[in-house]
């Protein structure tokens, strides 16, 4: 999937790093922090992601609650902190963090409790920190706590206690949260080289900055000019970790493209079971079209659930069954998950942009205490990050109609909101909410195979209508949902 170039790696070998941490780190002010924590925690607070109670106060000792972890989290990946209603009970928009969990909780980083409680200031363990980091950054952990430990004992961030174990039960400090957080963002501060330097990139502007942590509040550390060529090792948030001639250091994502020329050329693709001219007549440029179908959630991650339906168990179905529809069509179709597995958000995106995709459509079901129920279908309203805006509307525009007629719900409408998956995406993409899990009339269909059929067949209706809104000739592919 991904290209290494071996020359440049070489190449680099022979470069000093022009940069690092213990040049850039400004002194944050906290007089109370252990000296072996110093750089971290200056790195983190000159990005704004970690804060004292005060100037000086920084409380390295205090146990990190669920909340604090969620705010740190979510501000590294540079998550909408605006204070705003969350799902759960017990976090009013008035709690300071309301943004930031509802943020982290929309992401998969972290996840509620029964009964729609979060738990705010319930204190972390270790294992609980080691999930939600992996999930942050992408990391495969298999969804346990010692798959989560593995993740960061491998890669240089977090080592085991004294005793051998990875001490998973063991509550966190404020400092130590810090240190791994740190370590995860930048491996500069990892006790081994781990960074892998695999996926390769071309600067798309001129005067690229380059910082040396993944926000504008880090200090520039070198400026990458048009058509140059680096490789990245990971993700923060819309930030990228890469290495040029210059060095290594953060740049925006939206500031690179991952094909050598300007152009757009497609290479061609193996493609998982399409069946070209099975229906005749159909616009022979379909087949350049990839549709990627992205069922939420999965292994670890449940999703929203109610009345004993999880909506990843939903979700994975409908994905299935509107693969199989298309199974028909000229067009290339790829799933970022067939099983109950999780991949992360950046997994997801990641995957879909390899795959050179044309379309994208996540499915999802909602959830919200009982209260709420239908269908909605949401876009990303921004062109910073998906500069697809108009078509993405479009798509979400045609699968929310097709749903509607299919599935007999309330009409929520269809919505702007930054979802990851739609926002850190290039291509026009839509997240689909067929209903609410946790409503008892929504939940009646979502839990029936005829429904969940109908459903499919909405989703892919909608993307035939999104392509003959585009000019395409589809009219032939309408039967196969029939
Ligand atoms: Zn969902």
Redesign the pocket.
Same mark, same amino acid.
């Given at each position: 999937m991904r290209k290494s170039s071996i020359i440049l790696t070489l190449a680099f070998c022979f470069i000093l790093p022009l940069f690092g941490f213990h040049t850039t780190a400004q002194a944050s002010g906290f007089t109370d922090v252990p000296k072996r924590a110093l750089k971290e925690v200056n790195y983190l607070a000159e990005g704004g992601i970690a804060t004292g109670s005060s100037a000086t106060i920084f409380a390295p000792d205090t146990i990190v609650t669920r909340a604090e972890a969620a705010t740190f989290i979510a501000r590294a990946l540079q998550l909408d902190g605006k204070q705003k209603q969350t799902v759960f009970k017990d976090v009013a928009a008035s709690n300071p963090s309301s943004g930031y969990i509802q943020s982290a909780v929309d992401k998969g980083i972290l996840s509620g409790y029964s009964g729609g409680r979060f738990l705010p200031d319930k204190d972390v363990t270790r294992g609980e920190m080691a999930v939600m980091m992996s999930r942050a950054f992408g990391y495969e952990f298999g969804g346990s706590l010692s798959g989560a430990a593995k993740a960061l004992t491998s890669r240089g961030i977090a080592s085991g206690m004294e005793d051998g174990t990875f001490g998973s039960d063991k509550q966190i400090t404020r400092v130590d949260f810090s240190v791994f957080l740190a370590r995860a963002i930048n491996p500069e501060f990892r006790m081994k080289q781990t960074a892998s330097f695999k996926q390769t990139f071309w600067v798309n502007t001129n005067n690229l900055n380059v910082r040396t942590g993944p926000s504008t509040r880090y200090s520039k550390s070198a400026s990458l000019q048009k058509d140059v060529k680096v490789v990245s090792s990971h993700e923060v948030g819309s930030w990228v970790y890469i290495k040029s001639a210059n060095g290594t250091g953060f740049v925006h994502k939206s500031y690179l493209r991952n094909t050598e020329e300007a152009s757009n050329s497609r290479p061609g693709e193996d493609d998982n079971g399409s069946n070209p001219g099975t229906i005749g007549n159909a616009d022979p440029r379909l087949a350049n079209q990839v549709i990627i179908l992205d069922p +939420?959630?999965g292994g670890t991650d449940p +999703? #929203?659930s109610g009345f004993n339906l999880r909506?990843k168990d939903v979700v994975l179905d409908t994905g299935l069954k509107t693969n199989e529809l298309f199974k028909k069509t000229p067009f290339k179709v790829y799933m970022t998950r067939t099983g109950d597995t999780f991949p992360s958000l950046s997994d997801r995106t990641k995957f879909a942009k390899s795959k050179n995709g044309n379309v994208f459509v996540s499915i999802? #079901?909602n959830a919200s205490n009982g209260a709420g129920n239908g269908t909605e279908t949401y876009y990303y309203s921004s062109a910073a990050t998906n500069p697809y805006v108009s078509d993405s509307k479009l798509l979400a525009t045609k699968i929310q109609q097709r749903m509607l007629d299919a599935l007999q719900l309330k009409n929520r409408g269809v919505k702007p909101y930054g979802y990851y998956v739609i926002k850190y995406n290039s291509m026009p993409a839509a997240l689909a909410e067929l209903g609410f899990i946790d409503n008892a009339k929504d939940n009646e269909k979502l839990k029936s195979d005829y429904w969940r059929t109908q459903a499919a067949k909405a989703l892919y209706l909608g993307i035939l209508d999104y392509y003959k809104a585009k000019g395409y000739q589809v009219d032939s592919l309408y039967s196969a949902a029939k």
């Open positions: +939420g959630h +999703g #929203a909506e999802h #079901a």
